[in-house]
């Protein structure tokens, strides 16, 4: 599978971007939790502030990604939001997979018809998301992995959290 990982653009009001150089260390231990047969991209979008539209277009038309996985704090929820809007323009069948504090804090905010989001990591997300690969290459069945919600045709399924 070819995976893409999105931190959000947004840095904190009290942090200037300029002092926002260091790997987004969330998303670099996902894609180093992973089997080594996917294809995994890391897109630090805060040193993209300026150019956010297109360097999402471009890495979407580029690495054709089967799942794009955000890494969401609340601050940041409208930017993920207009982001996954622009990403199920590009590619609408997409898995779509949101993480971080907010989804965590707040997934029902996520499960509405209208976000766009598939599936919500909530916890600490490093195995969860290696399992939900696993099991979308294998059967897209999401029914055991803990610490996921998933969207079916009858709405949101919370799995039991992950210890």
């Known amino acids: 599978m070819n995976v893409l990982l999105l931190s959000m653009p947004d840095s904190f009001e009290h942090t200037p971007a300029l002092t926002m150089r260091m790997p987004n260390g969330a998303l670099a231990s996902l894609a180093g939790n992973v089997d080594p047969h996917h294809r995994v991209a890391v897109a630090d979008l805060v040193l993209r502030q300026d150019?956010?539209?297109?360097?999402?277009?471009?890495?979407?038309?580029?690495?054709t990604p089967d799942?794009?996985?955000?890494?969401?704090?609340?601050?940041?929820?409208?930017?993920?939001?207009?982001?996954?809007?622009?990403?199920?323009?590009?590619?609408?069948?997409?898995?779509?997979?949101?993480?971080?504090?907010?989804?965590?804090?707040?997934?029902?905010?996520?499960?509405?018809?209208?976000?766009?989001?598939?599936?919500i990591v909530t916890g600490e997300g490093d195995i969860t998301f290696r399992e939900l690969l696993r099991a979308l290459e294998r059967d897209g069945d999401l029914?055991?992995?803990?610490?996921?919600?998933?969207?079916?045709?009858?709405?949101?399924?919370?799995?039991?959290?992950?210890?």
């Open 143 to 163: 029914q055991g992995v803990a610490g996921l919600a998933y969207r079916t045709p009858a709405g949101f399924v919370r799995n039991p959290p992950r210890e």
């Open 51 to 63: 150019s956010v539209r297109e360097t999402v277009t471009r890495l979407v038309a580029d690495l």
């Open 67 to 119: 799942v794009i996985g955000l890494s969401v704090m609340t601050f940041q929820r409208h930017t993920a939001i207009k982001l996954i809007g622009l990403i199920r323009q590009l590619r609408p069948d997409v898995t779509i997979v949101v993480g971080g504090y907010d989804p965590s804090l707040a997934p029902e905010v996520w499960e509405t018809a209208g976000s766009g989001v598939d599936v």
